[in-house]
């Protein structure tokens, strides 16, 4: 499970046919290149083309140097990648010769997400399709291997209809459970289950607005940040997210195309601040000199936020930044 921007996270199933050091370098590179990729905020389609093209150029890398040997691309390198959002409550996934995500709905409903099968990762073929679905708050995510897979995905679906008739204390434990069921006997392959109960970021933890392209709307960004924090009991939180609000929002209307929104978040522990404008351009911090009149403005948040970033969306970008308020 990856943590990434707006509340969100990624989930990742992956799996490696074969054994002994090769493989085992192969899913060492496979797994630092999702997490660096995930980190840049790739759609989850784009985020396995990226991986495809890595697979390639390993085993191209493989071939050359031991043509004998057997290439990351031709022993089987499949992946399954999925974003939940807990505003939308919508969860989207991309796979490459991966099993589909089971889902277990509150009501104890077991379905597997129609996402479509694309290749594995290094072999060509047609592009891979992320597919959204809105889930249910509380709802069980279910990723797996090909190990327990092998036997249908009826086998591990018939697990997961028992989930609701037998409470578990912790997510661990039921995934103990399934895997005892799916295996009966040792397996022959590495096996691994993970599983994730999806969370609802409510309205009252929300906050969202439309701003007019005019310079004169900054002044009203700060009251509005200054409103809502305050709804929020997070008084000593207001001075630098007034801050960090109004140098996004400055940037903004500067570099940015309408339409302009500000969204506040409030996950847990975590405050986030969101700018959404239509523009393509992607915001870099650089170095201002003396007399520069600007350029300080993505330093300034950069030091005030524990951590911020762009998120690109399918039209127009998202700059983020987020506080820790475990401090305050």
């Known amino acids: 499970m990856i943590p990434l921007s707006g509340a969100r996270v990624?989930?990742?199933?992956?799996?490696?046919?074969?054994?002994?050091?090769?493989?085992s370098a192969?899913?060492?590179?496979?797994?630092?290149?999702?997490?660096?990729?995930?980190?840049?905020?790739?759609?989850?389609?784009?985020?396995?083309?990226?991986?495809?093209?890595?697979?390639?150029r390993l085993a191209?890398?493989?071939?050359?140097?031991?043509?004998?040997?057997?290439?990351?691309?031709?022993?089987?390198?499949?992946c399954l990648y999925a974003v939940y959002d807990p505003v939308s409550r919508r969860c989207g996934a991309a796979r490459a010769g991966h099993p589909p995500p089971a889902v277990v709905t509150p009501d104890g409903t077991v379905r597997f997400l129609d996402v479509p099968a694309g290749p594995p990762l290094g072999m060509g073929g047609p592009p891979f399709e992320t597919v959204e679905t809105e889930l249910p708050e509380g709802s069980l995510l279910a990723l797996c291997t090909n190990g327990p897979s092998g036997a249908g995905d009826h086998a591990l679906g018939r697990a997961l209809e028992r989930v609701p008739e037998e409470p578990a204390s912790s997510l661990d434990s039921v995934c103990d459970r399934v895997l005892t069921e799916l295996l009966g006997h040792r397996p022959e392959d590495d096996t691994a289950l993970l599983m994730a109960r999806t969370r609802a970021l409510h309205?009252?933890?929300?906050?969202?607005?439309?701003?007019?392209?005019?310079?004169?709307?900054?002044?009203?960004?700060?009251?509005?940040?200054d409103e809502q924090l305050s709804a929020w009991d997070l008084e000593e939180?207001?001075?630098?997210?007034?801050?960090?609000a109004s140098e996004l929002v400055t940037n903004a209307?500067?570099?940015?195309?309408?339409?302009i929104r500000l969204r506040l978040l409030r996950p847990g522990t975590g405050l986030i601040c969101e700018v959404y404008d239509a523009g393509?351009?992607?915001?870099?911090?650089?170095?201002?000199?003396?007399?520069?009149?600007?350029g300080r403005g993505l330093l300034l948040v950069a030091q005030l936020a524990e951590r911020w970033g762009t998120r690109h969306e399918r039209t127009g970008k998202t700059v983020w930044a987020e506080q820790s308020l475990t401090a305050l």
């Open 10 to 23: 990624a989930l990742v199933a992956g799996d490696v046919v074969g054994h002994g050091i090769r493989v």
């Open 26 to 56: 192969t899913v060492g590179r496979l797994r630092t290149a999702v997490r660096t990729l995930a980190d840049v905020d790739l759609p989850p389609d784009e985020l396995l083309t990226h991986l495809d093209d890595l697979v390639l």
């Open 60 to 78: 191209a890398d493989e071939g050359s140097a031991d043509p004998a040997a057997e290439s990351a691309g031709g022993i089987g390198t499949t």
């Open 203 to 225: 309205g009252d933890r929300v906050a969202c607005w439309e701003l007019d392209n005019e310079p004169t709307v900054v002044s009203r960004v700060r009251r509005y940040v």
């Open 237 to 244: 939180a207001t001075f630098t997210t007034e801050l960090i």
């Open 253 to 259: 209307l500067r570099y940015g195309r309408p339409p």
């Open 280 to 294: 393509g351009s992607t915001p870099h911090m650089r170095r201002a000199r003396i007399f520069d009149e600007g």
